[in-house]
């Protein structure tokens, strides 16, 4: 297990653009790239992928995450009025929190919700529902909420609607599988510092949807 890092820097970065028809909140991101990952590492084989989601459907994915660098990483929600990307720091589990959220509404939860933090502020992910169609929101807090310094209910909503349990449950384990094959279990941690990769979590979701495929063939 590799050791904590300590001293990481914390970007002061508060600035908000619009670029290239992309809508950005904290770091700037360029664009049409993708973040570089070092794939150099792989504790995990290409076996150990399980066919849940196709490439077709992988193309309609409503949140994406990807690590871009020691500390950082970028989450992505495709929104009705464009891309935002939001710049997440390793201060919080956030991955964790996605994987949690994957699990429980896998397991009928009727809300979950996903912290993402940046330095300075955060956005929340939470869905709400009791059926497949759960209702969606994406909140921008100005502080760290999830910390305390500013209220919960102060908010702006940066997106919102409709989403439906399979495809969001689908495309989280999509987003864990790519980081456990492609990078691996101690790269992340080099990379995300605090935190280790969402494991049992990860295997949890995998035996539920793989029941769940069970069940749909009978």
Not at 21 to 37: E, L, M, Q
Not at 44 to 63: A, G, P, V
Not at 171 to 192: A, C, F, P, Q, T
Request: include cysteine; glycine fraction near 8%; charge should be neutral.
């Amino acid at each position: 297990m590799l050791a904590p890092m300590t001293g990481l820097p914390l970007a002061r970065v508060s600035n908000r653009r619009w670029a290239n028809g992309v809508k950005h909140h904290g770091r700037r991101i360029d664009a049409g790239s993708n973040p570089a990952v070092s794939t150099n590492h792989r504790s995990c084989s290409e076996k150990t992928e399980t066919k849940i989601m196709s490439k077709e459907d992988r193309t309609q994915e409503r949140i994406g995450y990807v690590l871009s660098g020691t500390g950082w990483a970028t989450l992505s929600i495709r929104a009705d009025a464009g891309l935002i990307a939001v710049a997440v720091s390793y201060l919080h589990d956030s991955l964790g929190d996605l994987a949690r959220m994957g699990l429980d509404l896998a397991k009928g939860a009727k809300s979950a919700a996903a912290v993402f933090m940046d330095e300075p502020g955060e956005v929340h992910v939470v869905v709400t529902g009791d059926d497949d169609e759960m209702a969606f929101e994406l909140r921008r807090y100005r502080d760290w909420a999830s910390w305390g310094i500013t209220a919960m209910d102060d908010y702006e909503v940066l997106d919102h609607g409709g989403i439906d349990r399979i495809d969001l449950i689908r495309n989280i384990h999509s987003i864990l599988e790519r980081i456990y094959v492609d990078m691996g279990l101690d790269k992340y941690r080099e990379l995300w510092v605090e935190h280790e990769f969402p494991l049992r979590t990860y295997e949890g979701l995998i035996a539920v949807l793989k029941k769940r495929l069970r069940v749909s063939q009978k």
